[in-house]
């Protein structure tokens, strides 16, 4: 009875042992399976993250050559400006700061980030601007006083001839009655 009872025993023994090992080899599976899986589905979200950074990039390049553009065209403004060829000077000044305008609209939140010296000189072009209007005030009115003294001086000229003329030639009258 005892070679019949170890043989129940080993029965029982194996049958134990075949179902550890079926479940170490399911979870073994299960393991594997889950390794492949998050293998694969970081390899498409490191994908869709580098897409994503590559339109962002691209979407920053196409500005950045739309903002150089608007800044070539305020700078050519600016050195029409600065010589006067003009005639309209309020509406020159006026094109420019709607052209900064734009061009802030171009950097929008990517100012301080990407676009720190277009920032920067989009800041100190309001105060350039203000700067020639000041000057172009001050020539304007130069060139009022100048005229006023050329007239003034012409007037004064015009009332010196006018007294260096002897009066008494021009006498219609008798002399000395």
């Known amino acids: 009875m005892s070679s019949n009872r170890e043989k129940k025993l080993n029965k029982s023994d194996v049958r134990i042992g075949i179902w550890k090992f079926i479940l170490s080899f399911a979870v073994l599976s299960v393991v594997s399976f889950l390794c492949l899986l998050l293998f694969f589905k970081s390899y498409t979200i490191?994908?869709?993250?580098?897409?994503?950074?590559?339109?962002?990039?691209?979407?920053?390049?196409?500005r950045s050559d739309a903002l150089r553009d608007q800044v070539e065209n305020i700078y050519e403004n600016m050195e029409h400006y600065d010589i006067s060829k003009v005639q309209n000077d309020v509406f020159l000044r006026t094109s420019i700061m709607d052209d900064v305008a734009n061009a802030k609209n171009i950097m929008g939140k990517d100012s301080v980030d990407n676009f720190k010296h277009y920032a920067v000189l989009m800041k100190q072009i309001g105060a350039m601007l203000k700067l020639k209007g000041d000057i172009m005030e001050v020539e304007y009115k130069k060139k009022i006083v100048l005229r006023d003294l050329e007239e003034c001086i012409s007037k004064v000229d015009r009332a010196n001839n006018q007294l260096k003329k002897d009066p008494t030639r021009h006498f219609t009258g008798s002399k000395g009655k």
């Open 46 to 62: 490191q994908r869709e993250g580098i897409a994503r950074e590559a339109d962002a990039y691209k979407e920053l390049m196409r």
